[in-house]
C-alpha cells in the first residue's frame, strides 16, 4: 500500500488547473519481485484511477 499527498507547483495550479491531492495505490508483486500490478485513485482535489503495471528495470 503507498498513499501520497501532492502539491502543485505555481505554474501548475495556474497554467494546467492541478490541485492539491491526496492518492492511494495498492501493488501486489510477483513472487520474484520483478513485476507489480494494482490500482490507484486520488481524491480530494483530483479524482482520478486507473490500473498500475510496474516492471522493474535493472
Known amino acids: 500500500m503507498y498513499s501520497y499527498a501532492n502539491t502543485p507547483s505555481v ?3 495556474t497554467t494546467d488547473g492541478l490541485e492539491s491531492h491526496y492518492g492511494y495505490c495498492e501493488l501486489t ?3 520474484d519481485g520483478k513485476r507489480a ?8 482535489g483530483r479524482f482520478t484511477y486507473g490500473d ?3 516492471t522493474k528495470v535493472e
Not at 37 to 44: K, L, P, R, S, T
Open 11 to 13: 505554474q501548475g495550479r
Open 29 to 31: 508483486f510477483s513472487d
Open 37 to 44: 500490478e494494482g490500482f490507484y485513485f486520488n481524491n480530494m
Open 52 to 54: 498500475m503495471r510496474l
